[in-house]
T-cell receptor, first 116, second 114 residues
Framework: AQKITQTQPGMFVQEKEAVTLDCTYDTSDPSYGLFWYKQPSSGEMIFLIYQGSYDQQNATEGRYSLNFQKARKSANLVISASQLGDSAMYFCAMREDYTGGFKTIFGAGTRLFVKA | EAGVVQSPRYKIIEKKQPVAFWCNPISGHNTLYWYRQNLGQGPELLIRYENEEAVDDSQLPKDRFSAERLKGVDSTLKIQPAELGDSAVYLC????????????FGPGTRLTVL
């Protein structure tokens, strides 16, 4: 079974509009973390936002916010006021904690296209 | 602050040849990761180091892949011999011991095996 599922291979959004990128996860561990990364065409993975499983509030970082619905096991990324530079691949990732360590698993990604 | 440095950025080799990738993590970061990213997919962990110790190498194909992190700083990932299916981007990342275990990635090495 997939641990991280990103069901949208590609998304289009008009410049200045908001967009939501979906991510669902599967874990039985009570302690875990959820990340979103951006990968532009240059290839470098850029950290965007983090949500811990025990965090009560949804994480926000500038134009990025994470819509964390624990019961549904979803961690959708919301980008407000899209910019042309937001066009990139976006990866959702989960860190599963276990005694003595952790493992990070990435989803397959969603390619976002921002239209002028 | 300097980011994660990787070299080379691109490498083209013929199958059965050896190849090595180098990574210099962010200063002070104890944790170092090597990932492989196939085209159109997310990164997959190959190995994770805590200082000099490889604490998770369960996904590393040990028959042909090897890695080392001498002195707990720089790391080298080697493939010998390379196969056609090894063509991918090899990403190095490093992180501290923060609660969110954020990983900082390098630009990657794009390997093409002919």
């Amino acid at each position: 079974a997939q641990k991280i599922t990103q069901t949208q291979p590609g998304m289009f959004v008009q410049e200045k509009e908001a967009v939501t990128l979906d991510c669902t996860y599967d874990t039985s561990d009570p302690s875990y973390g959820l990340f979103w990364y951006k990968q532009p065409s240059s290839g470098e993975m850029i950290f965007l936002i983090y949500q811990g499983s025990y965090d009560q509030q949804n994480a926000t970082e500038g134009r990025y916010s994470l819509n964390f619905q624990k019961a549904r096991k979803s961690a959708n990324l919301v980008i407000s006021a899209s910019q042309l530079g937001d066009s990139a691949m976006y990866f959702c990732a989960m860190r599963e904690d276990y005694t003595g360590g952790f493992k990070t698993i990435f989803g397959a990604g969603t390619r976002l296209f921002v239209k002028a | 602050e300097a980011g994660v440095v990787q070299s080379p950025r691109y490498k083209i080799i013929e199958k059965k040849q050896p190849v090595a990738f180098w990574c210099n993590p962010i200063s002070g970061h104890n944790t170092l990761y090597w990932y492989r990213q196939n085209l159109g997919q997310g990164p997959e962990l190959l190995i994770r180091y805590e200082n000099e110790e490889a604490v998770d190498d369960s996904q590393l194909p040990k028959d042909r892949f090897s890695a080392e992190r001498l002195k707990g700083v720089d790391s080298t990932l080697k493939i010998q011999p390379a196969e056609l299916g090894d063509s991918a981007v090899y990403l190095c990342a490093s992180g501290g011991r923060g609660v969110d275990n954020e990983q900082f990635f390098g630009p990657g090495t794009r390997l093409t095996v002919l």
